[in-house]
């Protein structure tokens, strides 16, 4: 960075000099929790009815889409959606499906709840003639015994169940999963942390795209548990050879998250009771034990406070043995998290991951716990006054949307999908804050600070440059903002060359600083190209 004048002096014949007309630009955003090595190979057969108003609408864009796979070719919808979003404020139903997608069976799921099919899904599925289901899924029968087209069930079964609907060849899943990186960089999403993708075969579309250098954004991962018994011993053998951090600045195995003994995981409960066994938490004690003398970060999953105090009474166990201070463990989701909870965390030296879980699920905690609760989740805002780090994420694409500017905006504005549920104002973030904890809050979860996560002398040039100002634009149309350029280390993975064009009206006239920041990074690499060094 530096004056015009000094930038000018670094220009040489193989320079490339953008002039933004002073556009913003900020660092590279980094997703601290998406689960995108299992959401993006489903990006290209995935409908997402995120940005839907209306019932009617997000039918409509079910057929359209139907109709342009032609019949008997499945359609999903997967998550990340809310009755409270639509103006008719209701799911649609097996019916609503039948109509709007005669000729197609049809998947809808709403978060991981239930899931609804129209006819063709149900004949497709087998529901009435004895086809086989994942293990843990209901479904729901009429007086006479007939499946209605309603199906309950749980993370794990669900996932399976889609596994078969959304089944693709390895090409497709690669190629899915590349459109998917794509999509995220035109967002200005330069990294993200991956906690859990599934079973072993599901990386492989990511190790494809790696070994022939086609990533587009920087991927750490987490491994977690695959067996719901003996957990420990599984780590113990499958990570044997896996020590933390290994990789290379495009990808890295960061540690294990988020699942890491199931009977210590509370799912997507939302009130309090969760109380796991003795035996669970003496798992989770081999766990944590390995994970801290191997010095594995870690990451794991609790909804409620319930969840979050039991997993610190083991690892405030484990902790007697082994210092966590300075591993980068983290606590992920804590809806309900309390004052109590956050303390001993940050006693323990214990991050807190945060997504916008609540923008969906707002109604269902308040629900579960009331009003004054569903006003303060996520307790953002708490977990910061207690000098915590806390990292951002989507906890996309079933709990979360993949455009993390929403997840930005939901920090800031505190409305969840339809207006549902309102956050109190002093537990909402500043415009800083938020993006804050999708830069250089989520680069430190990593062991990156040094490296990514601000613009500074030294640091990588993964940036994102975008087409209005953040800080300026209305808190409630954050959500539409998107990179006309991003780079990753240096190198130019999305580029909107018409919106790169289109200044913003307001500092046009004088570029000034944050045109300079991005032209300390004139030269773009080419005669290092794939270096990953930044100016």
């Known amino acids: 960075m530096g004056s015009d004048k000094s930038i000018r002096k670094l220009r040489g014949p193989r320079t490339d000099v953008i002039d933004l007309q002073g556009k913003t630009v900020i660092p590279g955003i980094i997703d601290a929790h998406i689960h995108a090595i299992r959401g993006g190979q489903g990006f290209s057969f995935e409908t997402y009815w995120y940005e839907q108003t209306t019932l009617v609408g997000a039918l409509e864009q079910l057929k359209q889409e139907a109709i342009r796979r032609g019949a008997n070719q499945w359609v999903a919808v997967t998550g990340a959606w809310s009755p409270e979003q639509f103006a008719e404020k209701r799911p649609p139903t097996p019916q609503d499906l039948t109509r709007a997608v005669p000729n197609n069976p049809a998947y809808v799921q709403y978060l991981y709840d239930y899931a609804v099919v129209n006819d063709k899904g149900i004949d497709a599925l087998g529901l009435n003639a004895g086809g086989a289901l994942p293990a843990g899924l209901t479904v729901e029968r009429d007086a006479q015994g007939k499946a209605t087209g309603k199906l309950l069930g749980g993370i794990g079964s669900f996932n399976a169940l889609f596994a078969r609907i959304g089944a693709r060849s390895p090409a497709q899943s690669r190629d899915s999963l590349a459109a998917f990186f794509s999509e995220l960089n035109r967002h200005g999403v330069t990294g993200i942390i991956d906690p859990a993708a ?151 030296g214990i991050s807190y991951t945060v997504q916008m879980g609540p923008y969906f699920e707002g109604p269902a905690i308040r629900e579960a716990n009331g009003d004054a609760i569903a006003q303060a989740s996520p307790p953002t805002r708490l977990a910061l006054s207690k000098g915590m780090v806390v990292a951002g994420g989507t906890d996309s694409t079933r709990v979360g949307v993949f455009n993390v500017w929403r997840a930005i905006e939901y920090h800031v504005t505190g409305r969840s999908a339809g207006g549902a549920v309102q956050r109190r104002a002093d537990y909402l973030l500043t415009r800083e804050e938020a993006l804050r904890l999708h830069t250089a809050n989520a680069a430190w979860l990593s062991f990156d600070e040094q490296r990514k996560g601000t613009l500074a002398p030294g640091k990588l040039a993964d940036l994102a440059v975008l087409n209005a100002p953040y800080l300026k634009v209305p808190a409630d149309r954050i959500h539409t903002l998107r990179s006309v350029l991003t780079l990753v280390g240096g190198k130019v993975v999305h580029i909107d060359q018409d919106g790169l064009r289109r200044g913003e009206a307001a500092s046009a006239a004088r570029p000034g600083v944050r045109t300079q920041a991005l032209q300390s990074l004139v030269d773009m690499h080419r005669a290092e190209e794939g270096t990953g060094k930044g100016h």
């Open 198 to 348: 599934g079973d072993l075969p599901i990386y492989n579309a990511l190790f494809d795209l790696w070994r022939n250098k086609a990533l587009t954004l920087r991927v750490a991962y987490r491994a977690a548990a695959l067996p719901i018994q003996n957990e420990a011993a599984w780590f113990n053998t499958a990570l044997t050879f896996l020590p933390p951090l290994l990789g290379d600045d495009m990808m890295r195995f960061l540690g294990v998250g988020e699942a890491l003994v199931f009977g210590m995981n509370d799912g997507v409960r939302m009130g309090p009771g969760f109380s796991p066994s003795q035996a669970a938490r003496d798992e989770l004690a081999k766990v944590a034990s390995l994970a801290a003398a191997r010095r594995y970060p870690l990451e794991v999953h609790a909804y409620t406070d319930d969840a979050a105090k039991a997993i610190l009474d083991v690892f405030e166990e484990v902790s007697k043995t082994y210092p966590l201070q300075d591993l980068r463990w983290a606590i992920t989701h804590i809806s309900t998290g309390s004052h109590e909870t956050f303390e001993r965390m940050k006693k323990l």
